[in-house]
């Protein structure tokens, strides 16, 4: 390995620091003030500047000795992280990237703005608060609604503390029992045992437990010592009993309701202990029984649980796995071994708590995995051309192939869910870069910003990731420059000075939905109207719904801002952000509330690679139908079809009339409409709301397909969002369902200029 | 089994060429992946006419251009005696319907002679050059010249 590579790996490890310190002062910033926070920060900051002495890197070095200063300082209690302090402090992160990347790739820093920070940041650690006009108008820190998870009991106990001014204390682990005891909720001791009649009657030992660890946080234990050996076991009898120890403020009340429907087939006891006598008293109670593992048979020692579970989780697996009659032989065995290998099943367990969260990982080349994703897919592909030419030749009596066959099937599936699973990160790292631009932007139009993420964890296939950084900056971008309006004007309107800007990430029916809304003027319909129709975009006396003028802006060549601003204007318009979200095969919306804001909606699929697809047949041709827009398929008959006008025909669908829309007419296919009666109707529902009904000639089957790009060979087709390859090695186009709804509504689906069509 | 190895000199470059009806053309040897028969294709909705349909070419979407009608002549009515020609064109990859390829040449740049001046747009947009080798007349055609670079748009 020469120094490159060494540095190379450096500079990546930067990456992941400066991750971690940003997003552990954001958590600062909402409050978060555990000292395992502050001290996730410190070491960021240390590891970097550590690293970059090794290399030499000198700027980096100093920049980063200043800054660590100053958050020891915060470390050490000597200095308050007030939101003026982390103010600097977030900056400093911005300037301490921008050296890492300048060290990486040359280039250079703004020279004036690092030396301006060192000042402050030495102002700081120097016990001088940041300049008094600042520090007059800053609110003062206050504990938001959305703070960041807290890892453990005990930071929620500092963070509650800190609503009365409380200053962070250093903890250790040692502790841990007292402070939760010392927390106050009551806690309960339960015994459950249920009786064979409570199985007998439909109800379920692991769904109670389910139901009674909703409650509060609850640790439960199992008694297996009344299972008989295997002889002579009843496999309709009731053999297990727990303990179980439950802190919740619900009351005795809640948990009776819990066992409302199974109390008469249990016996069951509710006892409210004091909460000092709580867990650490008792032996028997933090043992947390594993899932049931057949290598216990031979060893002795028992296997740590392969991921951390909560005490609740564990024992709802205990339970799911006691009540599986086929385990219980192991469960027998395991009687005699019971005490050792629970007390090592609670101390695997705590140690895997002491880990938080965090999994093991790897650092893998993404051209390697991509390799295994392209790999998967000629698997997919071939194993589906296999399953027709079994099919075809019709092997009635051969059960074992169409066994085999289904359990190849299965099997390519999971395969493909896993390697997916490999390339699914979090949108974290995009939302976080978002903060900074929000900053910058903010500072250099002196409005005071808020920037609100929600569900960062929601993960997304990465090159849907890689590509959404972009659009999303632009867009950032827009919604603080225009969006927003100056303090002065939100203070004329009534509205807080400081602006918000909420950026969420959430999974709907297998796509993911982004979301950024902004609080501030809203779209100005009637100056977008002008623009549009003094640019010629739309005819002087068009009539247009709101809707309509507020998707105006995603129009070529257009741009609201009266002048072109150093942040904006730079020759990207929304229309370019429309079409990079189009070409991640998603769909973006605006929706405008004048004098509140607005809100930008783009779908994305949460991966590039597949798809659950109905292949259907459209005059001859074979295409495919993402499963996921088809909301349901009728036969239509003929006394249900209507004609609309010259050219329009609709369908009565349970009394309400849906355009029909023929695929094969859209997609040029054929020159006339199809009789719809002879053909199947696919009801789909389209981003921009609306359902239509696409006629295809028949439907072939379901199908999971592999996505392969037109582009990348070819380019960008109307209505077509991809194409396929099927188990025949052809290959199937995948219908874009949205633009062919669109295109029915009168937007023609145009020919673009392309490789093929230029010339 | 030998290999002929050609030292190709300074200047010297590697041609194929192929038929469409009664003329010949040729393209860089460069430029070529592979050469494989006609396969059925899958029609494109909304494409212009010398755009034939899509193949799967081992797991990628290869788009197949009749070049016949690309060139301005009669479109070709693809049977299993068509070839297409897999070829790189920047960094797209797109298969040429001909009708036969017909030859390997290697040639120097002395023996290209400039395109003739004719009327028609089409063929000064993609003739390089004309080649004369044993009273054949073949025309050097650049593929780059016929399919336009469209990425440039990116912002």
Same mark, same amino acid.
């Given at each position: 390995?020469?120094?490159?590579?060494?540095?190379?790996?450096?500079f990546?490890?930067?990456?992941?620091?400066?991750?971690?310190?940003?997003?552990?002062?954001?958590?600062?910033?909402?409050?978060?003030?555990?000292?395992?926070?502050?001290?996730?920060?410190?070491?960021?900051?240390?590891?970097?500047?550590?690293?970059?002495?090794?290399?030499?890197?000198?700027?980096?070095v100093?920049?980063?000795?200043?800054?660590?200063t100053?958050?020891?300082?915060?470390?050490?209690?000597?200095?308050?992280?007030?939101?003026?302090?982390?103010?600097?402090?977030?900056?400093?992160?911005?300037?301490?990237?921008?050296?890492?990347?300048?060290?990486?790739?040359?280039?250079?820093?703004?020279?004036?703005?690092?030396?301006?920070?060192?000042k402050?940041?030495?102002?700081?650690?120097?016990?001088?608060?940041?300049?008094?006009?600042?520090?007059?108008?800053?609110?003062?820190?206050?504990?938001?609604?959305?703070?960041?998870?807290?890892?453990?009991?005990?930071?929620?106990?500092?963070?509650?503390?800190?609503?009365?001014?409380?200053?962070?204390?250093?903890?250790?682990?040692?502790?841990?029992?007292?402070?939760?005891?010392?927390?106050?909720?009551?806690?309960?001791?339960?015994?459950?045992?249920?009786?064979?009649?409570?199985?007998?009657?439909?109800?379920?030992?692991t769904?109670?437990?389910?139901?009674?660890?909703?409650?509060?946080?609850?640790?439960?234990?199992?008694?297996i010592?009344?299972?008989?050996?295997?002889?002579?076991?009843?496999?309709?009898?009731?053999?297990?009993?727990?303990?179980?120890?439950?802190?919740?403020?619900?009351?005795?009340?809640?948990?009776?309701?819990?066992?409302?429907?199974?109390?008469?087939?249990?016996?069951?006891?509710?006892?409210a202990?004091?909460?000092?006598?709580?867990?650490?008293?008792?032996?028997?109670?933090?043992?947390?029984?594993?899932?049931?593992?057949?290598?216990?048979?031979?060893?002795?020692?028992?296997?740590?649980?392969?991921?951390?579970?909560?005490?609740?989780?564990?024992? %709802?697996?205990?339970?799911?796995?006691?009540?599986?009659?086929?385990?219980?032989?192991?469960?027998?065995?395991?009687?005699?071994?019971k005490?050792?290998?629970a007390?090592?099943?609670?101390?695997?367990?705590?140690?895997?708590?002491?880990?938080a969260?965090?999994?093991?990982?790897?650092?893998?080349?993404?051209?390697?995995?991509?390799?295994?994703?392209?790999?998967?897919?000629?698997?997919?592909?071939?194993?589906?051309?296999?399953?027709?030419?079994?099919?075809?030749?019709?092997?009635?009596?051969?059960?074992?192939?169409?066994?085999?066959?289904?359990?190849?099937?299965?099997?390519?599936?999971?395969?493909?869910?896993?390697?997916?699973?490999?390339?699914?990160?979090?949108?974290?790292?995009?939302?976080?870069?978002?903060?900074?631009?929000?900053?910058?932007?903010?500072?250099?139009?002196?409005?005071?910003?808020?920037?609100?993420?929600?569900?960062?964890?929601?993960?997304?296939?990465k090159?849907?990731?890689?590509?959404?950084?972009?659009?999303?900056t632009?867009?950032?971008?827009?919604?603080?420059?225009?969006?927003?309006?100056?303090?002065?004007?939100?203070?004329?309107?009534?509205?807080?000075?400081?602006?918000?800007?909420?950026?969420?990430?959430?999974?709907?029916?297998?796509?993911?939905?982004?979301?950024?809304?902004?609080?501030?003027?809203g779209?100005?319909?009637?100056?977008?109207?002008?623009?549009?129709?003094?640019?010629?975009?739309?005819?002087?006396?068009?009539?247009?719904?709101?809707?309509?003028?507020?998707?105006?802006?995603?129009?070529?060549?257009?741009s609201?801002?009266?002048?072109?601003?150093?942040?904006?204007?730079?020759?990207?318009?929304?229309?370019?952000?429309?079409?990079?979200?189009?070409?991640?095969?998603?769909?973006?919306?605006?929706?405008?509330?004048?004098?509140?804001?607005?809100?930008?909606?783009?779908s994305?699929?949460?991966?590039?690679?597949?798809?659950?697809?109905?292949?259907?047949?459209?005059?001859?041709?074979?295409?495919?139908?993402?499963?996921?827009?088809?909301?349901?398929?009728?036969?239509?008959?003929?006394?249900?079809?209507?004609?609309?006008?010259?050219?329009?025909?609709?369908?009565?669908?349970?009394?309400?009339?849906?355009?029909?829309v023929?695929?094969?007419?859209?997609?040029?296919?054929?020159?006339?409409?199809?009789?719809?009666?002879?053909?199947?109707?696919?009801l789909?529902?389209?981003?921009?709301?609306?359902?239509?009904?696409?006629?295809?000639?028949?439907?072939?089957?379901?199908?999971?397909?592999?996505?392969?790009?037109?582009?990348?060979?070819?380019?960008?087709?109307?209505? =077509?969002?991809?194409?396929?390859?099927?188990?025949d090695?052809?290959?199937?186009?995948?219908?874009? %369902?949205?633009?062919?709804?669109?295109?029915?509504?009168?937007?023609?689906?145009?020919?673009?200029m /392309?490789?093929?069509?230029?010339g | 089994?030998?290999?002929?190895?050609k030292?190709?000199?300074?200047?010297?470059?590697?041609?194929?060429?192929?038929?469409?009806?009664?003329?010949?053309?040729?393209?860089? =040897?460069?430029?070529?992946?592979?050469?494989?028969?006609?396969?059925?294709?899958?029609?494109?909705?909304?494409?212009?006419?010398?755009?034939?349909?899509?193949?799967n070419?081992?797991?990628?979407?290869?788009?197949?251009?009749?070049l016949?009608?690309?060139?301005?002549?009669?479109?070709?009515?693809?049977? %299993?005696?068509?070839?297409?020609?897999?070829?790189?064109?920047?960094?797209?990859?797109?298969?040429?319907?001909?009708?036969?390829?017909?030859?390997?040449?290697?040639?120097?740049?002395?023996?290209?002679?400039?395109?003739?001046?004719?009327?028609?747009?089409?063929?000064?947009?993609?003739?390089?050059? =004309?080649?004369?080798?044993?009273?054949?007349?073949?025309?050097?055609?650049?593929?780059?010249?016929?399919?336009?670079?469209?990425? /440039?748009?990116?912002?």
């Open positions: 390995m020469d120094m490159n590579e060494i540095k190379e790996i450096f990546q490890e930067c990456e992941e620091q400066l991750a971690e310190l940003e997003s552990g002062l954001m958590k600062m910033n909402d409050g978060d003030r555990d000292p395992e926070t502050v001290n996730a920060v410190f070491r960021a900051v240390h590891s970097i500047k550590g690293g970059a002495g090794a290399f030499g890197l000198d700027d980096l100093a920049f980063a000795h200043v800054f660590e100053t958050l020891d300082c915060v470390r050490s209690n000597r200095l308050e992280p007030t939101q003026d302090v982390l103010k600097v402090m977030l900056k400093s992160a911005d300037v301490l990237a921008d050296l890492t990347n300048a060290a990486r790739d040359g280039g250079s820093v703004d020279e004036s703005r690092s030396r301006g920070l060192v402050e940041l030495e102002a700081l650690a120097n016990g001088e608060l940041p300049s008094p006009s600042t520090a007059a108008e800053a609110p003062t820190p206050k504990p938001v609604a959305k703070a960041a998870l807290a890892p453990t009991p005990v930071a929620e106990a500092t963070k509650a503390a800190d609503d009365s001014g409380f200053q962070p204390i250093p903890f250790s682990f040692d502790d841990f029992g007292e402070e939760e005891a010392g927390s106050g909720l009551p806690v309960y001791e339960i015994t459950f045992k249920p009786r064979s009649d409570l199985y007998s009657k439909g109800n379920d030992a769904l109670l437990l389910r139901d009674l660890s909703r409650l509060g946080e609850m640790s439960s234990y199992c008694n010592e009344d299972l008989p050996g295997l002889d002579d076991l009843d496999a309709e009898a009731a053999y297990f009993s727990w303990n179980i120890t439950l802190k919740t403020d619900k009351g005795e009340d809640a948990i009776h309701a819990v066992f409302e429907f199974a109390e008469w087939d249990c016996d069951l006891a509710v006892k202990v004091e909460a000092a006598t709580s867990i650490s008293s008792n032996d028997e109670l933090p043992m947390i029984p594993v899932p049931f593992d057949l290598s216990i048979l031979d060893e002795g020692a028992v296997e740590a649980p392969a991921e951390p579970k909560s005490d609740a989780a564990a024992a %709802v697996a205990a339970a799911e796995a006691a009540s599986n009659v086929t385990q219980m032989a192991a469960a027998a065995a395991r009687v005699e071994k005490e050792s290998a007390s090592a099943a609670a101390s695997a367990a705590a140690a895997a708590q002491n880990n969260a965090a999994g093991q990982t790897i650092r893998v080349d993404l051209d390697r995995v991509d390799r295994l994703i392209n790999l998967v897919g000629e698997l997919v592909i071939n194993q589906a051309m296999l399953s027709q030419s079994v099919i075809e030749n019709d092997t009635t009596g051969t059960s074992s192939i169409n066994m085999g066959l289904e359990e190849l099937q299965q099997l390519t599936r999971e395969i493909q869910d896993s390697v997916m699973a490999i390339r699914a990160q979090p949108v974290k790292p995009v939302f976080q870069r978002m903060s900074r631009i929000v900053r910058e932007i903010a500072d250099m139009t002196g409005k005071t910003i808020r920037l609100i993420t929600e569900g960062e964890n929601t993960e997304v296939d090159t849907v990731i890689d590509k959404l950084a972009e659009p999303l632009h867009m950032i971008r827009n919604a603080v420059d225009h969006g927003i309006e100056t303090p002065e004007k939100r203070a004329a309107a009534g509205k807080n000075t400081e602006g918000t800007v909420r950026l969420t990430a959430k999974h709907r029916s297998g796509r993911i939905l982004i979301e950024l809304a902004d609080d501030g003027a779209i100005n319909r009637e100056k977008v109207r002008q623009k549009a129709i003094d640019n010629d975009l739309i005819p002087a006396d068009a009539n247009l719904s709101d809707e309509e003028i507020d998707n105006l802006i995603f129009l070529p060549g257009f609201t801002a009266d002048k072109i601003s150093d942040i904006s204007g730079r020759g990207v318009g929304m229309d370019v952000v429309k079409r990079s979200i189009q070409a991640l095969g998603g769909r973006i919306n605006i929706t405008s509330r004048p004098g509140h804001g607005s809100v930008f909606t783009m994305l699929p949460l991966t590039l690679a597949v798809l659950d697809g109905m292949v259907v047949t459209v005059a001859g041709q074979t295409l495919v139908v993402p499963l996921t827009a088809i909301v349901e398929t009728l036969q239509p008959e003929a006394a249900a079809i209507h004609s609309f006008g010259a050219n329009h025909r609709l369908i009565s669908i349970r009394n309400s009339f849906c355009p029909l023929d695929v094969g007419r859209i997609l040029n296919f054929r020159a006339t409409q199809a009789n719809p009666v002879e053909g199947v109707a696919l789909v529902e389209s981003e921009g709301g609306g359902q239509r009904a696409l006629m295809v000639d028949a439907i072939q089957g379901q199908r999971q397909v592999v996505i392969k790009s037109l582009e990348a060979n070819y380019t960008h087709v109307p209505g =077509i969002a991809a194409a396929t390859i099927l188990g090695g052809r290959v199937a186009l995948i219908l874009d %369902v949205d633009a062919v709804v669109g295109a029915s509504r009168g937007q023609a689906l145009k020919p673009e /392309s490789l093929a069509a230029a | 089994m030998s290999y002929t190895v030292n190709l000199s300074q200047g010297d470059r590697e041609l194929i060429a192929f038929r469409i009806g009664d003329q010949e053309f040729c393209v860089n =040897i460069m430029s070529v992946r592979e050469i494989r028969g006609w396969t059925p294709a899958t029609a494109m909705p909304h494409s212009p006419a010398h755009m034939k349909g899509v193949i070419l081992r797991g990628a979407i290869l788009p197949i251009i009749d016949s009608a690309r060139l301005g002549m009669k479109p070709a009515e693809p049977s %299993v005696r068509h070839v297409i020609i897999v070829a790189q064109v920047r960094r797209k990859v797109v298969g040429l319907l001909v009708d036969a390829v017909s030859d390997i040449l290697t040639v120097t740049d002395d023996n290209i002679q400039p395109t003739p001046e004719v009327s028609s747009d089409i063929e000064r947009q993609f003739a390089r050059g =004309i080649l004369a080798i044993e009273k054949r007349m073949i025309c050097l055609v650049e593929l780059e010249a016929l399919f336009p670079d469209t990425e /440039s748009e990116a912002a």
